[in-house]
Structure formats: structure tokens, C-alpha cells
């Protein structure tokens, strides 16, 4: 997204995955890309779908974040 800002996301195959996983999948990835620049995760903001999860509305996380200097 720019200015050591990203985004990741993660969206589930189907509505019988939680979203326990989903979320610490893209977590997972946040701090692999701030490890990178040796800078640790500043989550930004969480959006997350909402049930019912039925006709596409498949569970869904979205995690903005900025690697910043551990202080």
C-alpha cells in the first residue's frame, strides 16, 4: 500500500472454515514481511465478514498493518 503500509488477506473455499485460522494465517505473513526489515507488526485496522456465511459470504479477513521499530 506504500510507506511500509501493507495489506493481507485470506478468504476461505468454503463457509465451514473458521476464521481463527484465516486470521492467524494472514498474521503469520505480517510478521514474515516486517521481519524482512527487521521492524515489528503495528496492526492498523481488522475487517473481518460477517455471518451468516452461506451464498458466497465466505469467511474473510483483511488485515492492514505498518512495520515500525520495536522502541
Do not use: W
Not at 31 to 52: G, N, R
Request: charged fraction near 25%; glycine fraction near 8%; include cysteine.
Amino acid at each position: 500500500m506504500g510507506g511500509e503500509t501493507y495489506m493481507v488477506s485470506r478468504q476461505a473455499a468454503t463457509g465451514f472454515s473458521g476464521m481463527g485460522t484465516l486470521k492467524a494465517e494472514a498474521m503469520k505473513e505480517a510478521y514474515a514481511q516486517c521481519q524482512k526489515s527487521q521492524k515489528i507488526v503495528k496492526v492498523l485496522e481488522t475487517i473481518d465478514a460477517k455471518p451468516p456465511y452461506i451464498f458466497g459470504n465466505f469467511p474473510k479477513t483483511e488485515i492492514r498493518f505498518k512495520c515500525v521499530k520495536e522502541s
